[in-house]
């Protein structure tokens, strides 16, 4: 079963690797954890709802305290941590499971009629608190759109599939599988977010090199909204206006609820591997990466590991006498300390993947890359979705773990990082803390590239002063970040808590734009109120 | 110098080609030439400006007539016919030439002082209205960003170049190729349109299969509002809500003057070279493009002609001994009457394009495509600025000429492909008139691609039954397109011509979107009223 507190399915757990706990206890001292609350305990606190009149409305909508538990947080760390003490504060006073189109109308007809608040769930995966209820005094409806889960159509020629806006990643492949087609949108929380959770949040999968981000695979769909139902068509490529797909994109449940996703996908390929190539040092490593994405290489898929992150991996990767092995090899080819790892995708028809690999082999010898072949790149895609669950494991031996993720341009990717780096590095030094801090770099573009930092604390002996810790890390490297040429997010959204930075990196009049359409389409801002802006 | 009453230089006239005539009035009649009104004429037919005090502002406005002549109209068949006729109708009160953002937030301060209208003008190549004044009673100011034509910055790693928005293309080009670097944006109008325009009209190039649309090169700018200056800061990708530079894209003026552009740039390939192949017939040619795209094998062009288009290019061509060899070598390989004929690039580093041309010539020969090398290829990228110069040479044969566009899915390609032609072949049997219609398939995608149609019809015994010819063909063809899954424009933008179509396209709640961003950013309509709607 899905888990209430955390990540994923209970039944399964992955240890940290042999040496793990000691490569952190060594760089950030030894940890215990906190007390997690029990679902009963957390079920006991939940207050009657609040929702007026549900005549009509009963078989749609569940108010009973443990539905409500497990739609009251996302994945954040703020979200851990009032999930696992169980101050949880505010739960939605309702949770309705529509299966149609007409359904969610009489939803939107409830709330506008009865001056409630309405928050669209899809998998309840935000790290950035898109789906938390907020007190503003009016009772709050969860819409999870959990029902609508399925393949609803196929045009093979256009190469477009629809969905129900709540498929989540496993079945949205799977039922493209059976026809011999892929939507390839991978993104890290595939096992759980939804296709209209990636559409609303503006999402991007892994292999965004080959397949686009979300916005590039969004070709049209339905959204229901308090003003009625917009149909957006799906037309290839338009000279006709402003996209209106691009206002959806990213519109966190402001202007209504996204029901129907079509969606652009791609023939399986005949060939996918990941390939591992180590460089040297970053500055090597990082020239590289941009001349593979900047030469248009057909690759898949491209990550560049910092020195810090490659030796994380390599201490994390169990199997430690093989790491040692290929370490001596690394270093007898010029990739010593400092090393940098690099893992690209090759995707396509036989020839394709082949032409690629060769272009892409060159540029890596030209900054003297040692490839070594397949191996730990077909670990790193077996492993691509359960990292999340090293969060559990992390958990439970006393260290908080969180990322924080930007976009810039090149000419800025070095500045950034570093700053962004000690930042979280140094954050904690007045309360005699460490954490440990590394980074990759991800979702490449001819202009820049996606920064990608995760950090490991200590929890503090209380859960308040664990969540102050987190507050201090969080705040001030999100306002390095848009202070200094990134975005607030490349592919976790804005929700609550990036909504603050959101006016520094768009402007007043940026701003202004944003809210003239969620102004237009919620004039009573009754659809997840607070998220993206006030 | 440039003509005032049709496309490009007057020194620069291209001849139709031997038996060209002849092929024409067999298949439409003979034609005979409508007389051409004098620049001289018009200018005296030029009102008194009715721009209020000029005070402080009359070095940056002009408003003597010629230049008012000059900036009046666009290149659509209705703006031709204005101008050739003479009944212009309205002009600009006057023109503003601009040089820097302080001028133009002086521009926008008077427009909105002294109640009057302003249209933003790039290179005036417009054809579908988007810079003709219409009659609102308020004086009418249109601003040239002409002088804004500079590269005022380049920022190598990151492949990002700044232009002022008034640069034409080949001053894009020419000032990029300067440090090694191409935009890669070649629209049929290149010669005279600009970045700020490609912006603004969400323009697409014929390399868009490499460079993409301007969507994918727009990186962000500048634009001067009613209220204030909006910086579009240059992030690769966001997810930080939905995209500013998606509501400016498109917006055709009418939320301010896009003043910088910045764009992604891409280094000059090694290798560029363009192919033909002829197919047997229609249903494997538009099968083989489909898969070419579909396989995403790296192409950086692609243009499919049908039967009649590929019938009138070889008639067209000049050389009929030539041409004549090349049939009968065809017809021995099978591809004979009804043939189409497939013009592709590769562009890249050499590995790429060897590798490219053949996975391409792979696909070709899987459904029948005869190659013939890179010869018609060469000839094509050596005229593809001139065609519009075309259009004059037949104007002075007495031939109107003029094109519709559209995009839409792969599956409803063909569906939609017939009945414009259909729609414009007979559209004026009723006045006993023919139509030549021909058709081609370009800017490709996975999920469809654009459908672009010619048609030369007579003119009529006057200017006004000709407009009245053009209408019926034009409103009714473009219903159709809009009825029938295209959308209105994928290259031209909306304008006022195609504005009426664009509700039945967006919808009711579409609408409402784009309506919000005018309405916030100029609730008093004063910058380009009716433009792109009401």
């Given at each position: 079963?899905?888990?209430?507190?955390?990540?994923?399915?209970?039944?399964?757990?992955?240890?940290?690797?042999?040496?793990?706990?000691?490569?952190?206890?060594?760089?950030?001292?030894?940890?215990?954890?906190?007390?997690?609350?029990?679902?009963?305990?957390?079920?006991?606190?939940?207050?009657?709802?609040?929702?007026?009149?549900?005549?009509?409305?009963s078989?749609?909508?569940?108010?009973?305290?443990?539905?409500?538990?497990?739609?009251?947080?996302?994945?954040?760390?703020p979200?851990?941590?009032?999930?696992?003490?169980?101050?949880i504060?505010?739960?939605?006073?309702?949770?309705?499971?529509?299966?149609?189109?007409?359904?969610?109308?009489?939803?939107?007809?409830?709330?506008?009629?009865?001056?409630?608040?309405?928050?669209?769930?899809?998998?309840?995966?935000?790290?950035?608190?898109?789906?938390?209820?907020?007190?503003?005094?009016?009772?709050?409806?969860?819409?999870?759109?959990?029902?609508?889960?399925?393949?609803?159509?196929?045009?093979?020629d256009?190469q477009?599939?629809?969905?129900?806006?709540?498929t989540?990643?496993p079945?949205?492949?799977?039922?493209?599988?059976?026809?011999?087609?892929?939507?390839?949108?991978?993104?890290?929380?595939?096992?759980?977010?939804?296709?209209?959770?990636?559409?609303?949040?503006?999402?991007?999968?892994?292999?965004?090199?080959?397949?686009?981000?979300?916005?590039?695979?969004?070709?049209?769909?339905?959204?229901?909204?308090?003003?009625?139902t917009?149909?957006?068509?799906?037309?290839p490529?338009?000279?006709?206006?402003?996209?209106?797909?691009?206002?959806?994109?990213?519109?966190?449940?402001?202007?209504?609820?996204?029901?129907?996703?079509?969606?652009?996908?791609?023939?399986?390929?005949?060939?996918?591997?990941?390939?591992?190539?180590?460089?040297?040092?970053?500055?090597?490593?990082?020239?590289?990466?941009?001349?593979?994405?900047?030469?248009?290489?057909?690759?898949?898929?491209?990550?560049?590991?910092?020195?810090?992150?490659?030796?994380?991996?390599?201490?994390?990767?169990?199997?430690?006498?093989?790491?040692?092995?290929?370490?001596?090899?690394?270093?007898?080819?010029?990739?010593?300390?400092?090393?940098?790892?690099?893992?690209?995708?090759?995707?396509?028809?036989?020839?394709?993947a082949?032409?690629?690999?060769?272009?892409?082999?060159?540029?890596?010898?030209?900054?003297?890359?040692?490839?070594?072949?397949?191996?730990?790149?077909?670990?790193?895609?077996?492993?691509?979705?359960?990292?999340?669950?090293?969060?559990?494991?992390?958990?439970?031996?006393?260290?908080?773990?969180?990322?924080?993720e930007?976009?810039?341009?090149?000419?800025?990717?070095d500045?950034?990082?570093?700053?962004?780096?000690?930042s979280?590095?140094?954050?904690?030094?007045?309360?005699?803390?460490?954490?440990?801090?590394?980074?990759?770099?991800?979702?490449?573009?001819?202009?820049?590239?996606?920064?990608?930092?995760t950090?490991?604390?200590?929890?503090?002996?209380?859960y308040?002063?664990?969540?102050?810790?987190?507050?201090?890390?969080?705040?001030?490297?999100?306002?390095?970040?848009?202070?200094?040429?990134?975005?607030?997010?490349?592919?976790?959204?804005?929700?609550?808590?990036?909504?603050?930075?959101?006016?520094?990196?768009?402007?007043?009049?940026?701003?202004?734009?944003?809210?003239?359409?969620?102004?237009?389409?919620?004039?009573?801002?009754?659809?997840?109120?607070?998220?993206?802006?006030?």
């Amino acid at each position: 079963m899905r888990r209430w507190n955390g990540w994923g399915d209970d039944k399964f757990n992955l240890d940290i690797p042999e040496g793990g706990q000691d490569f952190l206890a060594e760089r950030i001292g030894q940890a215990s954890a906190l007390n997690d609350c029990t679902l009963e305990d957390v079920c006991a606190k939940v207050p009657e709802s609040r929702l007026p009149s549900l005549d009509g409305l009963s078989d749609l909508i569940d108010t009973s305290p443990e539905i409500r538990v497990r739609h009251a947080r996302g994945q954040s760390l703020p979200d851990w941590l009032a999930m696992r003490s169980g101050e949880i504060g505010l739960f939605p006073d309702g949770v309705a499971l529509p299966s149609t189109n007409s359904e969610v109308q009489k939803l939107l007809k409830y709330v506008q009629e009865n001056d409630v608040h309405l928050i669209p769930y899809g998998g309840g995966t935000s790290v950035a608190g898109h789906i938390n209820p907020v007190d503003q005094g009016k009772p709050v409806l969860t819409v999870s759109l959990a029902n609508m889960n399925r393949l609803i159509d196929l045009d093979r020629d256009s190469q477009l599939a629809t969905f129900g806006a709540g498929t989540p990643g496993p079945l949205v492949e799977s039922q493209l599988r059976a026809h011999g087609y892929t939507l390839g949108h991978f993104p890290q929380s595939f096992e759980l977010s939804t296709i209209g959770g990636w559409v609303a949040s503006r999402s991007s999968g892994q292999q965004s090199l080959r397949y686009g981000r979300i916005e590039q695979l969004f070709a049209g769909g339905r959204i229901e909204t308090l003003q009625g139902t917009l149909e957006i068509p799906t037309i290839p490529a338009s000279s006709a206006g402003p996209d209106i797909r691009e206002m959806i994109l990213g519109s966190e449940g402001r202007l209504g609820l996204i029901t129907e996703v079509k969606a652009r996908i791609t023939r399986l390929p005949e060939h996918e591997r990941f390939h591992v190539v180590f460089f040297p040092n970053w500055d090597k490593a990082r020239t590289a990466a941009r001349k593979l994405v900047q030469n248009r290489i057909q690759l898949s898929m491209l990550r560049l590991s910092n020195a810090i992150e490659t030796e994380t991996q390599l201490a994390l990767a169990g199997h430690p006498g093989l790491i040692s092995l290929l370490e001596k090899f690394l270093s007898l080819r010029g990739a010593d300390d400092g090393k940098c790892m690099m893992t690209f995708g090759v995707t396509g028809s036989k020839d394709q993947a082949s032409a690629s690999l060769k272009q892409a082999r060159k540029v890596c010898k030209e900054y003297d890359g040692v490839y070594t072949g397949t191996k730990l790149g077909s670990k790193w895609a077996e492993k691509r979705f359960t990292m999340p669950y090293l969060r559990e494991a992390l958990w439970q031996m006393g260290y908080a773990v969180d990322t924080l993720e930007t976009a810039t341009d090149w000419e800025n990717v070095d500045r950034l990082l570093e700053k962004m780096e000690t930042s979280l590095r140094t954050g904690l030094e007045d309360k005699q803390e460490k954490s440990h801090v590394f980074t990759h770099l991800s979702h490449f573009y001819g202009q820049g590239c996606s920064i990608y930092t995760t950090y490991v604390f200590r929890v503090a002996d209380t859960y308040a002063e664990t969540l102050e810790r987190w507050k201090h890390l969080k705040n001030t490297t999100s306002e390095i970040i848009v202070r200094n040429g990134g975005t607030i997010s490349h592919q976790h959204g804005v929700g609550k808590d990036h909504a603050p930075f959101m006016p520094i990196e768009k402007g007043e009049l940026g701003m202004r734009a944003i809210r003239a359409l969620t102004t237009s389409f919620d004039p009573d801002k009754r659809l997840n109120p607070t998220t993206l802006l006030d």
